[in-house]
């Protein structure tokens, strides 16, 4: 099982949708946990760190689910300017002391 | 914006040659990573340093070798470039205590012909 799994997608939906993106993380004792965006032939950008209780930035919702091992992302009214590749990432236990661990990457396209 | 550089952003090659990919952050972090990713792939870690003269392999294996003499700096060197290098280089850095996001430089996009 790898340690961080995400839906590879694509995610086709119309502008103004709202999108849900799921992950999973293998190991329980994991964490920080992070949701970056990717846009095509970019690097990788910090979009917002999950919390605990969640979290929200504007269109943008985090949430964390201990007990099942599980991150969301959900994106409100999207645009287009959302099409990019959404990566899961954790931090394992040790947290500051050891490397992220990042996903594959769910894949986002909005549509006009 | 994070303040991390990388150096070429584009790269063409011939077979054979050696080439080192620079990077450099102003942040002071300790912890400095170079990944590799193939278009529409995901992120291999290849090398990691959490500090002067600490290297690290990563998940990845790869050909290349790394140093961190200073803080700063964290170039990749391959000593013979081949076609199967081909891909994008991306360096990161964060710091060890606090806040633990990763930051990424913009990336050298190498193609060895």
């Known amino acids: 099982r790898k340690e961080v799994e995400q839906d590879p997608g694509p995610f086709n939906v119309p502008e103004g949708a709202t999108v849900a993106f799921n992950c999973t993380y293998s190991?329980?004792?994991?964490?920080?946990f992070f949701w970056y965006r990717q846009d095509c032939r970019k690097e990788p950008k910090l979009l917002m760190s999950?919390?605990?209780s969640g979290n929200e930035d504007g269109r943008f919702t985090a949430q964390l689910n201990r007990a099942s091992q599980y991150i969301s992302l959900l994106i409100r009214d999207s645009k287009l300017s959302d099409s990019a590749t959404y990566l899961c990432?954790?931090?394992?236990?040790?947290?500051?002391?050891?490397?992220?661990?990042f996903g594959k990457g769910t894949k986002l396209s909005v549509k006009p | 914006e994070a303040d991390i550089y990388q150096t070429p952003r584009y790269l063409v090659i011939g077979t054979g040659k050696k080439i080192t990919l620079e990077c450099s952050q102003t942040?002071?972090?300790?912890?400095m990573y170079w990944y590799q990713q193939d278009p529409g792939m995901e992120l291999h870690l290849i090398h990691y340093s959490y500090g002067v003269n600490s290297t690290e392999k990563g998940d990845l294996s790869s050909e290349s070798t790394v140093s961190r003499i200073r803080t700063e700096h964290f170039p990749l060197t391959l000593e013979s470039a081949r076609p199967s290098h081909t891909s994008q280089y991306l360096c990161?850095?964060?710091?060890?205590?606090?806040?633990?996001?990763?930051?990424f430089g913009p990336g050298t996009r190498l193609t060895v012909t």
């Open positions: 990432v954790v931090t394992p236990p040790g947290g500051s002391q050891g490397n992220l661990i």
């Open positions: 942040m002071g972090h300790d912890k």
């Open positions: 190991n329980s004792a994991s964490q920080s």
């Open positions: 990161a850095s964060r710091t060890t205590s606090g806040r633990v996001e990763q930051y």
């Open positions: 999950v919390y605990s």
